[in-house]
């Protein structure tokens, strides 16, 4: 499952807004915020890829937080 506390906190500490990734994902904001909050299904493959680009993620880290808990 993918771990939304940790995007939402990576994205506080590089100053990028929902605003932001909304342009980067080319979705509404109302999107990234539903996707975020669990709302919603959650980011697909091409998503958590540009995601993990924004955030300057390595693949670890990608894997960890988009399929952490999926892993064990």
Request: net charge positive; glycine share 8%; no cysteine.
């Amino acid at each position: 499952m993918t771990n939304f506390d940790k995007i939402k906190g990576l994205m506080r500490e590089k100053g990028i807004t929902y605003v932001k990734a909304s342009e980067i994902l080319n979705m509404s904001v109302t999107n990234i915020s539903d996707k975020l909050n669990g709302k919603i299904k959650p980011f697909d493959t091409e998503q958590a890829k540009a995601i993990s680009g924004m955030l300057g993620l390595s693949k670890d880290e990608t894997m960890s937080i988009f399929f952490g808990n999926e892993l064990h």
